[in-house]
């Protein structure tokens, strides 16, 4: 079963085709990052917009690609949420014409429920029960992944996400968009107890996460080394900084996997290919004889073929969409 899957939430247009949900014919992604980082983020009338002017030719590369063509597909599966809407719109559009031209299953899918299926492209022995951390641009999810479809979510963040503190701690110390992984480089020349960073933890709320008082105490260093005229290594700031992220990130989650008595562990999302972030959870999921899975970086930030994957497992599961789709800026994990 061939699906052609579409992705637009963000800044990156893209399309893939999929073989029964693991096996990547072919995945075509044309990231916007160079225009929006003139303005030091993602300006949604500028996605919006280039979406439109790229959709129809991502999609004929990726069938190029594939080396079908659309009487080969069996399928239509499309980011419907959440993300920027007019973004989504193009992405949701498409797909219903194409579906409805050929007389195809519509299965729409959601974005954080994709970034979940792209461990399952590369780990054929991956199924649920799983734990898996979504770290992404707009999300932090700790999710117990019970079926294929059904998800449970055990935590998230209070405030920013992780990926958005990266992004803004990158700004700060001027390494510029996106910023996870220029700090991802710039750490590995820096001392991660150079400067000691606050690491939030929610009372009564283990799996909560909070970034926003870690982003503040960067700044207000910086803002300080700055007042008193002193100078400071981006590096040593860099890699404290990560570390404060990566350690809460791994404590939550190992304390979910015990608590869950889960022996499959995942993570996913833009963030889910930093290195600091992979080494460590890789130690700590071998410390306790968990398996566990990561995504090739390409499959972390977005893509089409991890929504492939998602539609795959949803179609199966018996859901379709009518001619109605309509973007859901804000959908929640596990609605329908
Ligand atoms: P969401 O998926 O929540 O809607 P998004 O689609 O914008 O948000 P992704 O594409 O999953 O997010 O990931 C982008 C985020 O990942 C950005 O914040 C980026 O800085 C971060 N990121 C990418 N690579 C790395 C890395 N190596 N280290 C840390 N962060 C990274
Ligand atoms: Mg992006
Ligand atoms: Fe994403």
Not at 75 to 102: M, N, Q
Not at 121 to 138: R, T
Not at 261 to 267: E, L, S, T, V
Request: glycine content about 10%; some cysteine.
């Amino acid at each position: 079963l061939n699906i052609l899957a579409i992705e637009s939430s963000c800044d990156e247009t893209a399309a893939a085709v999929v073989h029964n949900g693991r096996e990547v014919l072919s995945n075509i992604i044309s990231s916007q990052i160079d225009l929006h980082k003139l303005y030091g983020g993602v300006v949604p009338e500028i996605a919006s917009r280039k979406h439109i002017e790229k959709i129809n030719q991502v999609i004929e590369e990726a069938l190029k690609e594939a080396d079908v063509t659309l009487d080969d597909i069996d399928v239509v599966g499309v980011t419907y949420g959440p993300g920027l809407v007019g973004a989504l719109l193009v992405g949701v559009a498409e797909a219903k014409a194409i579906a409805f031209a050929r007389n195809l299953p519509l299965v729409g899918v959601h974005h954080i429920e994709g970034h979940i299926s792209a461990n399952y492209i590369e780990h054929p022995d991956l199924e649920p029960p799983f734990l898996c951390l979504v770290a992404s641009g707009g999300h932090t999810h700790l999710v117990c992944v019970r079926e294929y479809g059904k998800y449970e979510i055990l935590g998230r963040t209070r405030d920013d996400a992780a990926g958005e503190a990266y992004d803004k701690v990158a700004r700060a110390i001027g390494l510029g968009y996106p910023g996870g992984p220029k700090i991802d480089r710039i750490s590995k020349e820096g001392n991660p107890d150079a400067v000691k960073f606050p690491k939030a933890h929610i009372e009564g709320a283990e799996y909560d996460f909070s970034f926003s008082g870690l982003k503040s105490a960067v700044l207000n260093y910086i803002n300080g080394c700055k007042m008193k005229g002193e100078s400071f290594d981006p590096a040593d700031i860099a890699a404290s900084f990560q570390k404060a992220v990566v350690e809460v990130l791994v404590e939550n989650s190992m304390k979910a996997v015990e608590d869950y008595g889960m022996y499959k562990f995942a993570i996913a999302g833009g963030v889910a290919s930093n290195t600091a972030l992979r080494a460590a959870m890789k130690q700590a999921c071998e410390e306790k004889g968990v398996k566990f899975y990561h995504p090739s970086p390409v499959y972390c930030t977005d893509n089409a073929a991890m929504i492939g994957a998602a539609a795959f497992y949803e179609y199966l599961s018996g859901t379709r969409h009518g001619w109605d789709l309509n973007a859901v800026p804000n959908l929640k994990l596990g609605e329908r």
